[in-house]
């Protein structure tokens, strides 16, 4: 039955990377893939390359001594079934794009990377569906969805090495979430892989199927603790037929509110992104030269919002557009407003946006936190954290930007004391009634904090779904919660 | 500690109903529930009507002995924890307006109904939420929304009477789902209960909210089997300014199809209801007088659709909705068309798609399956559907209608053979890469084919749930799925 040819200069390469006696049981999987599986499924010692150890956050991990890589949903079970057998933990990758060190290999672990399964049906055009394996990108989906005619709802700045598989299990959001809902929502069904290698296939694409549990959303948003997303049947939109984006200043927070409350009265399901940068961003963007010059509105000081509509109805819809952002101007609401009049205008905004992350990535010593706040307790919570922020490092450089239209905001500060103001800021978040983690999840780095907002009982009850799907824990142990309550790493709210 | 005063009568009306010496479990549960909890908790022998029988299907199960019926969170779980410390299986009962049999007690279990738990949060308005206990109706939350000035997306003919727990619960659909989604799009959160009596809560309807595994999707659709959902928190929609309907004689189901395509092409989401009365309905309203004469369209053996739209901007939409109706009559892929030009024609429109149900319910010897079909294999199962019909019984009369936007018919045969016809109709569905339950969910009736369109990793899968949430099977017990697999109850697909 097993093939040994091949296995003995693999065998060597591990016995290099992974000396030790204790490494029996990762020779022992590794005997059974390179026996049943070809040798693009793994990678072994020096073949590991560094980005392996971990995703677009600052801090690596272990680098895995074996990189697991399956090619189709068959492979991926039988590397599953077989790590299932010897207890063998594994790491999951996907594009490694993550910001909560869910995909940052621990000691001990093997990567389980999805990269090779990359196929990509055909757009189904009567049904508006799309099946990707867990590999595609989440560019390729666009594109296709575009090629054929239709729209794809999620996008967000990492849409080229993102991939499917990670963006279904960590529920990715973005930038037009108010008109499209999370990636859950454009989920019609997914193929997943449990621990013991069993194959849940849910891709009919059905709008109606009340046939039994639904087991989809289990996989949605797990981080990988449950199984493993191998496929996704995904939902697509009407192609807008026009688009078009503004730039305005706005001079308060509340302002910006009054703004996003009047632009929804007034284009409905038109607007399809509101998003904010604080006037810190947008001077630190001008001042360091991350957006071409001349930018489009001079740094004021005030909070500026870039906003979008998707229309189906043609220059029409422009107009309201237009109409709407001038009688905000009219009635104070905004200080001034640029509005896009060409596709070059339209991407030259959009890329102002994305400058704020390079901005922010081109500063030393920045812990980000990922929260959503109701809109009626935003200005409580931002006073709040403030506070807090300036009580811990009175020298703390804070830098705020995000998709406001969600009540989603990606809070940066400047400062060593890591700890101290995620403590604050994340306290602060939980008391206002928000998520400490509106759409990057939990993963690694926001574990200590997840006990803020959710109850023992739901602790429990995740342990519940893990013992039953994954009983030996072998998919990414210890991201988002660990198996035991009283472990160190979950802080009791204070 | 324990009240014994009001005891006595109670014990007293339960010997009578339950004479036998194995109801001792249940008059230890009573023996705690009526010392904690005040009498309208409870219901005991000649107190408990006859409606707690069963659902809106013609077939009634046991009395149950007892009728528990908590008030508040707090007494659902002490009643749930009484119940599983005992091991007392219970039959969960919302409005008891379902059409699986979910809800008709089995020989030995209580009722668990949520009658008493009607309190209705204020809109949120900021948010576009309310949040309702499980025994609110639905038409409570329509008018709620309505009031507040807001629209909710799910409506069915049991409005009335159906109650947001077993919306939820069952996952509702409708007529709007095309525009809306099914009722699990419009839950931003719940509270659920567990069999143990723990309490999850997660009430606070933020759009974004990555913060640990969601367990609001275990419970939506569940049918009461992994925990009972004691309130939500449902998304509100922005209310309509303009409201039309229309009907049309289409001469086929590919006509239907290709009108649908069309609509949708031309309207977006303006297009909220695509509804389908097949010619054998329509004849059968009119023959029996089951909407006022005159019928605004006369009876022609060709399929009426009755078509709706919400819009935003009053009467370019209802402009809009006009032209792409004259267009579609031009084009021949409508016979004749008729469009609502008042509320009175609007609400005359669509009760004449709701006398299908009351012409339907009118018939003796009827079995209905609700099915959905992908557009791409609606005209083949149809034709393999009605082949085999009759091959059964070629005396069957069979009557179609239903949500043809979402490739959800309601298909009626009229025959006494209903074993074989469920076998025939539902083995066409699951064939055509359909579902053998859209809307209606599996219950007890529905159980036998389950695994026409469920493998058995996924049943495996339903049972790990199961067994994680409700180790000792005390919540609607048999529904869905049975524990064991292989139970006589569960056929092979052949």
Same mark, same amino acid.
């Given at each position: 039955m097993v093939c040994r040819s091949g296995l003995d200069p693999v065998d060597g390469a591990l016995r290099r990377a992974t000396p030790s006696a204790t490494d029996e049981r990762v020779r022992s999987v590794l005997g059974i893939v390179s026996s049943r599986l070809p040798p693009a499924a793994f990678l072994v010692g020096s073949d590991v390359? &560094?980005?392996?150890? !971990?995703? +677009?956050? &600052?801090e690596k991990g272990a680098l895995p001594p074996v990189v697991l890589r399956p090619a189709t949903t068959d492979e991926l079970s039988l590397i599953l079934s077989a790590c299932n057998d010897l207890r063998q933990p594994l790491v999951l990758q996907g594009g490694?794009? #993550?910001?909560? !060190? !869910? +995909?940052r290999p621990m000691e001990g672990e093997l990567s389980l990377s999805l990269e090779r399964m990359k196929r990509l049906s055909p757009v189904n055009v009567d049904a508006a569906t799309i099946v990707a394996e867990a590999g595609v990108t989440l560019q390729e989906v666009q594109a296709a969805a575009n090629e054929a005619g239709f729209f794809f709802g999620v996008d967000i700045g990492a849409r080229g090495s993102c991939t499917i598989g990670g963006n279904v299990a960590t529920n990715a959001g973005g930038i037009r979430v108010l008109r499209y809902g999370m990636f859950r929502a454009q989920v019609a069904g997914v193929e997943a892989v449990l621990a013991d290698g069993s194959v849940l296939s =849910?891709? @009919?694409?059905?709008? @109606?199927?009340?046939?039994?549990?639904?087991?989809?959303h289990l996989f949605i948003?797990?981080?990988?603790v449950l199984g493993i997303v191998s496929k996704a049947c995904l939902k697509l939109w009407p192609k807008p037929v026009t688009e078009a984006n503004a730039l305005c200043v706005v001079p308060s927070i509340d302002a910006a509110q009054d703004l996003l409350v009047r632009l929804r009265q007034s284009l409905g399901s038109l607007l399809s992104a509101f998003e904010i940068l604080f006037p810190e961003v947008y001077a630190g963007i001008a001042r360091g030269g *991350? +957006?071409?010059?001349?930018?489009?509105?001079? $740094?004021?000081g005030g909070y500026y919002i870039l906003t979008e509509i998707q229309g189906q109805t043609g220059d029409s819809d422009r107009e309201r557009f237009s109409e709407a952002l001038m009688d905000a101007l009219d009635d104070g609401l905004a200080s001034d407003v640029v509005v896009s009049q060409s596709s070059r205008d339209f991407e030259g905004l959009w890329r102002l946006r994305e400058a704020s992350n390079s901005f922010i990535f081109s500063l030393s010593n920045v812990v980000g936190f990922d929260v959503s706040v109701p809109a009626a307790s935003m200005a409580r919570f931002l006073d709040r954290a403030a506070a807090s922020v300036r009580a811990i490092d009175r020298h703390a450089e804070t830098y705020i930007f995000g998709h406001l239209g969600d009540g989603n905001l990606h809070y940066m500060v400047r400062s060593p004391e890591h700890d101290a103001l995620a403590d604050a800021v994340l306290t602060a978040a939980a008391e206002a009634g #928000? =998520?400490? =983690?509106a759409e990057h999840?939990?993963? %690694? &780095?926001k574990k200590p904090w997840l006990s803020l907002v959710r109850s023992p009982a739901e602790l429990a009850a995740m342990r519940r779904l893990k013992r039953a799907f994954d009983p030996h824990s072998i %998919?990414?142990? !210890?991201? $988002? *919660?660990?198996?035991?309550?009283?472990?160190?790493g979950e802080k009791v709210c204070p």
């Amino acid at each position: 039955m097993v093939c040994r040819s091949g296995l003995d200069p693999v065998d060597g390469a591990l016995r290099r990377a992974t000396p030790s006696a204790t490494d029996e049981r990762v020779r022992s999987v590794l005997g059974i893939v390179s026996s049943r599986l070809p040798p693009a499924a793994f990678l072994v010692g020096s073949d590991v390359g &560094d980005g392996y150890r !971990g995703d +677009a956050t &600052d801090e690596k991990g272990a680098l895995p001594p074996v990189v697991l890589r399956p090619a189709t949903t068959d492979e991926l079970s039988l590397i599953l079934s077989a790590c299932n057998d010897l207890r063998q933990p594994l790491v999951l990758q996907g594009g490694r794009t #993550g910001l909560a !060190g !869910g +995909a940052r290999p621990m000691e001990g672990e093997l990567s389980l990377s999805l990269e090779r399964m990359k196929r990509l049906s055909p757009v189904n055009v009567d049904a508006a569906t799309i099946v990707a394996e867990a590999g595609v990108t989440l560019q390729e989906v666009q594109a296709a969805a575009n090629e054929a005619g239709f729209f794809f709802g999620v996008d967000i700045g990492a849409r080229g090495s993102c991939t499917i598989g990670g963006n279904v299990a960590t529920n990715a959001g973005g930038i037009r979430v108010l008109r499209y809902g999370m990636f859950r929502a454009q989920v019609a069904g997914v193929e997943a892989v449990l621990a013991d290698g069993s194959v849940l296939s =849910s891709l @009919k694409g059905l709008p @109606k199927d009340n046939s039994g549990l639904d087991l989809n959303h289990l996989f949605i948003g797990s981080e990988g603790v449950l199984g493993i997303v191998s496929k996704a049947c995904l939902k697509l939109w009407p192609k807008p037929v026009t688009e078009a984006n503004a730039l305005c200043v706005v001079p308060s927070i509340d302002a910006a509110q009054d703004l996003l409350v009047r632009l929804r009265q007034s284009l409905g399901s038109l607007l399809s992104a509101f998003e904010i940068l604080f006037p810190e961003v947008y001077a630190g963007i001008a001042r360091g030269g *991350f +957006a071409a010059p001349p930018l489009p509105l001079p $740094v004021t000081g005030g909070y500026y919002i870039l906003t979008e509509i998707q229309g189906q109805t043609g220059d029409s819809d422009r107009e309201r557009f237009s109409e709407a952002l001038m009688d905000a101007l009219d009635d104070g609401l905004a200080s001034d407003v640029v509005v896009s009049q060409s596709s070059r205008d339209f991407e030259g905004l959009w890329r102002l946006r994305e400058a704020s992350n390079s901005f922010i990535f081109s500063l030393s010593n920045v812990v980000g936190f990922d929260v959503s706040v109701p809109a009626a307790s935003m200005a409580r919570f931002l006073d709040r954290a403030a506070a807090s922020v300036r009580a811990i490092d009175r020298h703390a450089e804070t830098y705020i930007f995000g998709h406001l239209g969600d009540g989603n905001l990606h809070y940066m500060v400047r400062s060593p004391e890591h700890d101290a103001l995620a403590d604050a800021v994340l306290t602060a978040a939980a008391e206002a009634g #928000g =998520s400490i =983690s509106a759409e990057h999840g939990i993963g %690694l &780095d926001k574990k200590p904090w997840l006990s803020l907002v959710r109850s023992p009982a739901e602790l429990a009850a995740m342990r519940r779904l893990k013992r039953a799907f994954d009983p030996h824990s072998i %998919l990414n142990p !210890g991201r $988002v *919660f660990d198996l035991e309550p009283s472990h160190a790493g979950e802080k009791v709210c204070p």
